[in-house]
């Protein structure tokens, strides 16, 4: 695969996911603003895009690991998958990320109080992302498995009472897109993620939770942005031009 500068950002990344990490060494957002081009994100960052384009073509070029081709599934399962997988991270690590920032602003606050904005951020992400995931669960994506099971089925395509997929898809993102910013601030704060010299042994783990946490976000937000919610829109198509 030859890559361009004019190529999408987000379908190399649907394509392979390790080129994931040259966008994340640039700090490129590959997830909420995967609709831009190389060169487009690249001209935002005062970057030259023939770096990002080299690095990117040297690793697709190098010898192949063994990744998850998420494009190949049906949106069904790969639904399956975020609400099974990615959700259920969420909710498991807020219940371990929360304590510990508690305490940490507790015992270091005074000297780095940038800890009550980090704190600030991730229970508001926390609180966002748990509305965000059970409308995904309860509407979204129990809408995209009916419109998987009319086609396989062959059954007459019903338009939902939202109008059209597209409408929740677009709020969805909009939601990204907020709690993309938010983890950018706590990036920013933490010094990317860096625990100072005095930090306990809490402080670095808490860091550390909170790294792995954006982490898993923006592959959870790229599987959606970029290839479950294109797809439910081209399915949607497919059904209606039936009718």
Not at 15 to 26: C, E
Not at 82 to 101: A, F, G, N, S
Request: aromatic share 8%; proline share 4%.
């Amino acid at each position: 695969m030859n890559i361009q500068e004019n190529q999408i950002i987000g379908e190399l990344v649907a394509k392979d996911y390790r080129t994931a990490s040259v966008f994340k060494k640039y700090g490129i957002d590959f997830c909420c603003q995967g609709n831009r081009t190389i060169n487009d994100a690249c001209e935002a960052k005062k970057i030259d895009d023939q770096l990002v384009v080299s690095d990117l073509n040297a690793l697709t070029q190098s010898q192949s690991e063994n990744t998850t081709d998420y494009k190949s599934w049906p949106i069904d399962l790969l639904a399956d998958y975020i609400e099974k997988k990615h959700h259920l991270y969420v909710q498991e690590k807020t219940l371990e990320i929360k304590p510990y920032l508690d305490k940490i602003c507790r015992v270091h606050g005074e000297h780095h109080p940038e800890l009550f904005e980090i704190k600030e951020h991730f229970n508001a992400t926390a609180g966002e992302l748990a509305m965000h995931m059970k409308k995904e669960e309860l509407i979204l994506f129990p809408s995209i498995r009916k419109m998987v099971k009319t086609k396989q089925e062959n059954f007459q395509w019903e338009a939902p009472q939202f109008g059209t997929v597209q409408n929740p898809i677009q709020m969805m993102m909009d939601e990204h897109t907020t709690e993309g910013d938010r983890f950018r601030k706590i990036e920013t704060l933490s010094n990317n993620y860096t625990p100072p010299e005095d930090a306990c042994n809490t402080y670095r783990v808490t860091i550390a939770l909170l790294k792995e946490f954006e982490q898993d976000l923006h592959l959870h937000i790229h599987l959606e942005n970029n290839i479950l919610f294109p797809k439910a829109i081209e399915l949607e198509k497919e059904l209606s031009q039936k009718n």
